[in-house]
């Protein structure tokens, strides 16, 4: 299956402020968290700020989809991970039009087709578990998911070498970084729109892995930073 948590062993680390990431752990056994505690402001809005870009500004009504796999180890075509405990987040949709998603997008409407950056809310009507809905997607050949699309915003400011107080989650070959915890700093003290549960997806135009967008988190001043958030 093409999903974060069955690809090949992957480590875990805390992200420190130099960026030396030491290895102590399984992708799959736990997911990685990180505390980072300078130079990374976000999400400022003030008189001299530039405020919050919504991106996408229509709640999306969330669509259910029917998947049907040869057998159970065939691959679905996707990447999910379940960084979050409620919901499942699609990282990316393998290029390959033979795959279980991509044939049902082939013939699907735009509006309802699966894309990187959905999140799937339910699997065989099990809910705000992530875990118990990666193993439905697992273990079931046949499985009925409820896909529901991103609030999209951006957010563009500029450092003042205060303490984040972020406290992030993050997969090594996952594509986001899931705020975790807002701690004391200048997220909870001027950036009030950030929420635990946002997905940071872009910074600077930097998408890749995590270790890339923390990297451009820490090097790019000012910061344009996209996240995308669970309507609710």
Known sequence: MYCCWSAESEQVGHLTETMEVPFDGRFQDGLEH?????????LVDGPTEPKT???SSELAEPFEVTLKKATPTTPF????DFLDKEALFVCSLVADPATVVSRYNSSAPPEARIQEGDFIVSVNRT??????MASMLKEHPT?????????KFRIKLDKHGESIGLDLKFGLSGNSLLVEGIREGAVRSRARQMRVGDRIVSVCGV?????QLLKAMQE????????VRLWG
């Open 127 to 132: 809910v705000r578990d992530s875990m118990a």
């Open 207 to 211: 998408t890749g892995n995590s270790s």
């Open 143 to 151: 499985v009925e998911v409820l896909i529901q699309r991103p609030l």
């Open 34 to 42: 990180c505390t980072m505690d300078k130079g990374l402001p976000v």
């Open 77 to 80: 075509g996707w990447r999910v």
């Open 53 to 55: 870009t919504y991106l």
């Open 220 to 227: 790019h001043d000012p910061l344009q930073i996209d996240c």
